[in-house]
C-alpha cells in the first residue's frame, strides 16, 4: 500500500496472458492501464505483453536479443486484446517470432522479435554509464505529484491526484531536470519479480516507454499549444540479463525533431554500469494553434467498440 494512496499494483498482473490455443493468447482487461488524458492502453504494456505471448513459443535455449514494432491503433482498455504469435524462423542458433494484437477483429499493434542462443565471444565494449544521483536520494514519482499539489494553484490539483491515483506498477525516480533533450531516470518494479530472466526482459520492454518520447519536448516549451504526442514504432536491443526488480537507470536523448516526428534513444543501465538494453523510439508531435485544446497523449485512435462474433469470452487468466 503506496502511503494515503491505492494498493501498490503488481508488475506481474500488467503483464499476465492466458493461453487460449497454440500460438493464440489473451490479456484480461482489468489489468489493462490507459494513463490519464491517453489515447489508448499504455503502449509499454502492449510491448510487453506481446513479448511475453512470444518468449512462451520458444525454447528457454534462446534468449530475446531484439525486437521491433509498430502502434497501428490504439488499444481499448474496456476490452481483452488478442495476441496472435507466428514462427517466421527456428533454427538452432536463431529463433524469429511475429506478434500481432488485435481488438475488434483488426491489428494495434504488430511486434517481431529475434531470439538468440547465447555465444561466448572474446569481443567486448560499452559506453560508460552516466553519472547520476543514488535513487535512494532521489524522490518517486509520488512524492514529487504530492509536493506539485503543495506548490500550484487549486484548480490543478484535480489532474493531478488523477495521475497519483493511476495504477503503475513501475517505481520511476528522475534525476535532477534539464534543458536539453536529455534525460536520466531510475527504474525498478514496486513489487518482487519471478527469477525468469526472460521476464525481466519483458518488463524492461514495459518501462521502456515510459518517458521516452518526451525527451523530444524538452527544450520546446510548446506543452501548452501541442495536439498530439503519438508513439509511431518502437525498437529495442537486449545485451545482458539484469533484474528489472533492482534499479536501472534509463538514459534517455533526442537527437532530431523535424517534420512533425521526434527521434528518442534510450539506454537502461545496471546499477553496476553496464549496458543492457538500448531502445529507440519515434513520435508524432502535432502542434495545435488553439493553446485551450488539452494535449492528447497515447498512439493511434482507439476504435469504436463492436462485439465480434465468435470473439473468446473473458476467462480466467494465468501466466
Not at 529475434?114 to 559506453?127: A, G, K, V
Not at 536539453?180 to 514496486?190: F, G, I, N, T, Y
Not at 517534420?259 to 529507440?280: E, N, Y
Amino acid at each position: 500500500m503506496e502511503p494515503n494512496g491505492p494498493p501498490t499494483p503488481r508488475t506481474e498482473d500488467s503483464l499476465l496472458l492466458e493461453e487460449l490455443d497454440k500460438n493464440l493468447f489473451r490479456c484480461d482487461p482489468a489489468h489493462l492501464w490507459r494513463p490519464v488524458g491517453a489515447r489508448g492502453v499504455f503502449g509499454g504494456q502492449i510491448i510487453g505483453l506481446s513479448l511475453v505471448a512470444a518468449t512462451n513459443t520458444v525454447p528457454r535455449t534462446h534468449k530475446v536479443h531484439s525486437l521491433h514494432s509498430y502502434f497501428l491503433l490504439g488499444g481499448d482498455n474496456s476490452r481483452a486484446i488478442l495476441f496472435r504469435v507466428e514462427a517466421m524462423r527456428d533454427s538452432r542458433s536463431f529463433v524469429t517470432r511475429q506478434v500481432t494484437a488485435q481488438q475488434n477483429g483488426r491489428p494495434i499493434f504488430v511486434l517481431i522479435c529475434s531470439f538468440m542462443r547465447p555465444e561466448d565471444t572474446p569481443l567486448e565494449h560499452q559506453y560508460t554509464m552516466p553519472v547520476a544521483p543514488a535513487p535512494e536520494s532521489l524522490p518517486s514519482r509520488e512524492q514529487m505529484m504530492e509536493s506539485w499539489i503543495q506548490q500550484t494553484p487549486k484548480k490543478y490539483h484535480e489532474s493531478i491526484r488523477e495521475r497519483l491515483e493511476e495504477p503503475i506498477p513501475i517505481d520511476m525516480r528522475p534525476c535532477e531536470p534539464l534543458k536539453e533533450p536529455r534525460q536520466l531516470v531510475w527504474m525498478k518494479s514496486k513489487t518482487g519479480l519471478p527469477a525468469d530472466p526472460a521476464f525481466h526482459m519483458c518488463v524492461a520492454a514495459y518501462c521502456s516507454d515510459h518517458h521516452l518520447l518526451w525527451t523530444t519536448l524538452r527544450p520546446h516549451a510548446v506543452t501548452g499549444v501541442l495536439g498530439m504526442l503519438v508513439s509511431l514504432d518502437h525498437s529495442m536491443w537486449y545485451h545482458s540479463d539484469f533484474r528489472a526488480d533492482e534499479w536501472l537507470l534509463y538514459e534517455m536523448e533526442s537527437p532530431r525533431v523535424s517534420a512533425g516526428r521526434g527521434m528518442a534513444l534510450g539506454r537502461l543501465w545496471t546499477r553496476d554500469g553496464k549496458l543492457a538494453v538500448t531502445i529507440a523510439q519515434e513520435g508524432l508531435i502535432r502542434a495545435n494553434l488553439n493553446p485551450e485544446k488539452p494535449l492528447t497523449v497515447g498512439f493511434g485512435r482507439v476504435p469504436p467498440r463492436k462485439e465480434q462474433e465468435g470473439e473468446p469470452k473473458p476467462g480466467k487468466s494465468k501466466l
